[in-house]
């Protein structure tokens, strides 16, 4: 079992940065992919990045909307992770949901979510 807690949520300005973390309880990292949605009101939740690794090999996977903006990171030693998001638009107003125990970009291939950390962006 995994539990994940998400924070760094909160309001800034259009061009300006957040990052928000992922901490995991009950399970390490080490054996799993993780990845954030999000989810506006009136829509789906919606892939935004993913960090798999095996052995020494990462691999990092962004939408088509955050690539080049939003950088996903992981420290195995505090067990979390990270998303830096850079140039905010008021489009990437959602609540942020960190996800575990799946591969892929879709939100129903999933195991495991957090609470969810609200993101606001301001134009």
């Known amino acids: 079992q995994v539990q994940l807690v998400e924070s760094g949520g909160g309001l800034v300005q259009a061009g300006g940065s957040l990052r928000l973390s992922c901490a995991a309880s009950?399970?390490?990292?080490?054996?799993?992919?993780v990845a954030w949605f999000r989810q506006a009101p009136g829509k789906e939740r919606e892939f935004v990045s993913r960090?798999?690794?095996?052995?020494?090999?990462?691999?990092?996977y962004y939408a088509d909307s955050v690539k080049g903006r939003f950088t996903i990171s992981r420290d195995n030693a505090k067990n979390t992770v990270y998303l830096q998001m850079n140039s905010l638009q008021p489009e990437d107003t959602a609540v942020y949901y960190c996800?575990?125990?799946?591969?892929?970009?879709?939100?129903?291939?999933?195991?495991?979510w957090g609470q969810g950390t609200q993101v606001t962006v301001s134009s």
């Open positions: 996800a575990a125990g799946g591969w892929g970009m879709v939100a129903s291939e999933y195991n495991y």
């Open positions: 009950g399970r390490t990292f080490s054996s799993l992919s």
């Open positions: 960090i798999s690794w095996s052995g020494s090999t990462t691999r990092y």
